[in-house]
């Protein structure tokens, strides 16, 4: 059987660029969040209504094991996704890795100015916050394409919610990772202007067992995260026989 991942988008399923390199050798599931495209709006729309949004999607696909992949700012809701169903999550992969969004203090794992000056930007010109502000956010990662998709496709006021939501959520996500116990990939983006080479490197302290990858663009579009993930599968994989194997 091939291996399932589960990608938690922040929005939409069309930030995942590298989805087809991911289908060459995994059966790959995504979705887009209530309200965008096609999706029907519920109220509120808070993090519990996307994790559940989530779960819904292998529902449908009659998964009963998979690997759950998030990126950036969907990080502490793809945590908590995977938390939802802990028998069924074979291993995480986190890109943009941290334990938790924080501005301040002695190791900030986000850049103050840089979130709070795009958020503004997002109140104000949401059109120009997705064309021009996530393209320097994600250090060019987000093209003009993708980013005329994504304007096309997100409503304003739930782009601007759903940012706002993950901007102001400072509550710790490391006990939740612990609980789950299962084999981790932690990426960087190297030169990203929102998040900390620090908080990085808080997490791969934290979790010194993960395998740990470098690339110079957001892993959602990063073909070196896609290989990093195919052979972080494959590894989990392997483990998993041999001790099937030992009982």
């Not at 922040?10 to 969040?33: H, N, S």
């Not at 579009?221 to 989990?236: I, M, P």
Request: charged share 25%; hydrophobic share 45%; aromatic share 6%.
């Amino acid at each position: 059987m091939r291996q399932r991942l589960l990608l938690v988008p922040l929005l939409t399923e069309i930030e995942w660029v590298i989805r087809p390199q991911l289908e060459e050798w995994a059966q790959v599931a995504t979705f887009d969040l209530p309200a965008v495209g096609e999706e029907p709006r519920v109220e509120p729309l808070d993090r519990r209504a996307v994790v559940e949004r989530a779960l819904l999607e292998v529902d449908r696909r009659g998964w009963d094991s998979y690997v759950v992949v998030c990126d950036g700012s969907a990080l502490p809701t793809g945590v908590r996704v995977a938390h939802a169903r802990p028998d069924a999550v074979e291993a995480m992969a986190l890109g943009h890795a941290r334990l938790v969004n924080r501005l301040d203090g002695e190791c900030p794992t986000l850049n103050r100015e840089v979130m709070e000056a795009f958020g503004q930007l997002s109140e104000s010109n949401y059109a120009d916050f997705v064309r021009y502000g996530l393209t320097q956010i994600t250090h060019g990662s987000i093209g003009d394409e993708l980013a005329a998709r994504m304007v096309d496709r997100v409503p304003i006021d739930l782009g601007r919610a759903v940012w706002s939501m993950n901007l102001r959520d400072s509550e710790p996500f490391e006990h939740l990772i612990r609980e789950l116990d299962v084999p981790l990939l932690l990426a960087m983006h190297e030169g990203c202007l929102a998040s900390t080479e620090e908080g990085f490197k808080e997490a791969a302290a934290a979790f010194p067992n993960a395998r740990t990858v470098s690339a110079p663009e957001a892993p959602s579009v990063s073909t070196e995260f896609a290989l990093a993930l195919r052979d972080f599968c494959g590894e989990v994989r392997r483990s998993a026989g041999a001790a099937a194997k030992q009982r």
